[in-house]
């Protein structure tokens, strides 16, 4: 039983590291846009087909193929900023801007299910047989979790660098705070939303790949995705990418652990978390107040 | 007063229409179309009702439609009603409706924007997860309704009927909604809540009232839905692209008025049905029903009603001073509601 909750445990920090990679684009683009993007979850699923369609067809390694999904993500990306959500300017922005994402991740669903059908796939990279394991404190832990996790880890910290030690970042910093004032001080607000949606989108390539070679998914995953992203990055407080992290490791590893128990039921802890934590303290764990102080 | 007499009859004339349309229209195929429609002009009606008024943005519907349809369901397999005895269990749906409602809206409202919106996905998540895992739904196989011995051709007609009272009905709370203080209260809370809150507005108590009647008149319907279909699935009865439909209707005919929700369910129900009957592929109506989406929301983004009334008075007043135009906005009464009465105004104030 104990051997049982570590390795829950362990899973759930491994895999919640993914997660919170996911959870930081959105959260990076709620903090600069002030939208949510309701299709992170699909577009995750189109990076996990992309990785899919690259192995499986090219036979190029999952990690070298983020060389190509990455960028394209972050292209598509900046093209949905531009075609769809620049032209929203109005008071009911907020709820325009979610039935926008929304629109878009309808389309890309209906296309991934043209393109690819119902029927779930699983990405069968080399990482994942059971020799490829490794033995850490007794468990054993496929090779393909650690190298997901230090690749997710890497991007926040590359995230992490980009906002905090460049200049590009202090302008995506300044806009976060005060659109308004940033204009003045002579930030293209216009440019910094648009390169952070396609960041924010970028990642959701590395975030599918992983996912895809870890899950089953179909086109329709999606949804499971965002209603679990979206529940972390509210957790974490809008805006906080500190937060969004805490959320992401902290909510995988309960679901993991809660797994173990009700399999079934264990999806409903993120909502019961998130329920709670709001009716408790509203603007979410850490608040928008940690992008802020730091 | 002119226009008054154009208005009315113009909805005279609608109403028989829409109580002729079995009568000329027999076909059971094509009746299933009109019944169909009533029940989304309810449901979107009902949807603009808390949200279109008060601005929060329900992404979560669905939660009260199927939750109307298993409760009827349950109820009626519970305590062995069948025939149409079974309508008479739609006041009790009704109220299963209000107390989702009101818990919902306990939880729900304390906050606002985007925040709200979310949450009201992941209600919906809940009741969509707790359909597929409880005993007493039935996982995926979900429920069946009741047989009901109506004959074959004729089926649809009194189905018809009943969607078509409780369609106009709901038109008719939103038009009572909307001329009274409850309305004009919610509508301050839309344009600034902490300034309405100031005023005197009882806001969390207005809030939860309209989501409270929406949640009614969505379970009621989702429980006449569920006898029309004859059964449920926890992927029918909480679908998220329900949620979305209802949403797209709204913005579409015009989001915040009354007629809007009813002219967009008019024509993305029976478009969505008739394209999934051409295409046997669901993917395709997703596509379209997205991309409309977003013309829809670039192009038009305040929807059909209040664009094409601007265009018309644009069009009347051609040729007049500019002054004129001002003034004669507001006598003709029933405008769209822009610009928004300020909450300052004496009626707002005055209620405490």
Request: glycine letters at 10%.
């Amino acid at each position: 039983m104990a051997r049982e909750l570590y390795q829950a445990i362990v899973d759930g920090i491994l895999v919640g590291g993914v997660y919170a990679l996911m959870a930081v684009g959105l959260t990076l683009i709620f903090g600069v846009l002030d939208i949510i993007n309701i299709a992170q979850g699909v577009l995750v699923i189109l990076g996990a087909y992309l990785s899919y369609t690259l192995f499986t067809d090219l036979h190029i390694d999952l990690f070298i193929g983020l060389l190509i999904t990455v960028p394209a993500m972050f292209i598509l990306g900046v093209v949905i900023h531009a075609a769809f959500i620049r032209w929203l300017r109005d008071t009911e922005r907020t709820a325009m801007t979610l039935l926008v994402t929304y629109a878009v991740a309808l389309i890309i669903e209906g296309a991934l299910y043209w393109k690819y059908g119902a029927n779930p796939v699983q990405v069968n990279t080399p990482y994942d047989s059971p020799s490829e394991s490794v033995r850490v404190f007794g468990f054993y832990i496929q090779d393909l979790y650690i190298y997901g996790f230090i690749l997710a880890v890497a991007l926040v910290v590359a995230i992490y660098a980009l906002l905090f030690r460049t200049r590009f970042g202090r302008a995506v910093r300044a806009t976060m705070l005060d659109e308004s004032s940033a204009r003045l001080v002579g930030i293209e607000v216009n440019r910094v939303a648009a390169l952070t949606f396609g960041i924010g989108v970028a990642v959701t390539a590395a975030g599918g790949m992983l996912y895809g070679a870890t899950n089953a998914f179909n086109a329709n995953s999606g949804y499971d995705l965002i209603s679990r992203l979206l529940a972390i990055v509210i957790l974490g407080g809008l805006g906080s990418i500190g937060g969004a992290l805490a959320a992401a490791v902290f909510m995988i590893t309960l679901e993991s652990v809660v797994t173990i128990w009700q399999p079934n039921w264990a999806i409903l802890v993120f909502y019961v978390a998130l329920i709670l934590v709001l009716l408790l303290r509203p603007q979410g764990m850490l608040g928008r107040k940690a992008v802020r102080s730091a | 007063m002119r226009d008054a007499i154009i208005r009315y009859g113009l909805l005279a004339v609608l109403v028989i229409c829409a109580v002729a349309f079995p009568k000329v229209f027999t076909n059971p195929a094509v009746t299933n179309y009109g019944v169909f429609a009533m029940i989304y002009v309810t449901v979107a009606s009902a949807w603009n009702l808390f949200s279109g008024n008060s601005g929060y943005i329900m992404l979560g519907q669905a939660v009260f439609y199927g939750s109307g349809a298993y409760a009827l369901g349950l109820m009626a397999s519970g305590w062995n009603v069948t025939g149409t005895m079974v309508f008479a269990l739609l006041p009790l749906v009704g109220l299963i409706g209000a107390g989702i409602a009101l818990v919902f809206g306990l939880i729900a409202l304390h906050v606002r924007r985007h925040t709200f919106i979310v949450i009201t996905i992941a209600v919906f998540f809940i009741f969509q997860t707790m359909a597929f895992n409880f005993g007493f739904t039935h996982g995926t196989q979900g429920l069946n309704s009741p047989f009901l011995n109506w004959p074959e051709s004729g089926y649809n007609t009194p189905f018809y009927y009943i969607a078509l009272a409780f369609a106009i009905g709901t038109i008719a709370i939103a038009w009572l909604i909307r001329r009274s203080r409850f309305g004009l209260q919610l509508r301050a809370i839309r344009d600034d809540e902490d300034r309405a809150r100031g005023l005197g507005v009882k806001a969390f108590r207005v809030k939860i009232a309209a989501l409270v009647i929406s949640g009614v008149i969505t379970s009621m319907i989702g429980g006449i839905w569920f006898y029309y279909l004859n059964q449920v699935q926890p992927q029918t009865g909480f679908d998220p692209l329900f949620d979305l439909t209802i949403v797209l209707m709204a913005f579409l005919g015009g989001y915040g008025t009354i007629a809007g929700p009813v002219l967009g369910a008019l024509i993305v129900e029976p478009g969505t049905t008739w394209l999934n009957i051409q295409v046997s592929n669901g993917y395709v109506s997703e596509i379209i029903l997205g991309g409309v989406f977003l013309v829809v929301i670039l192009l038009m983004p305040r929807g059909i009603i209040p664009t094409a009334g601007e265009r018309i008075r644009k069009l009347r007043t051609r040729g007049r001073p500019a002054v004129i135009t001002a003034v004669s906005v507001p006598a003709r009464g029933d405008a769209p509601p822009q610009p928004p009465e300020p909450p300052g105004s004496e009626k707002v104030g005055a209620a405490q």
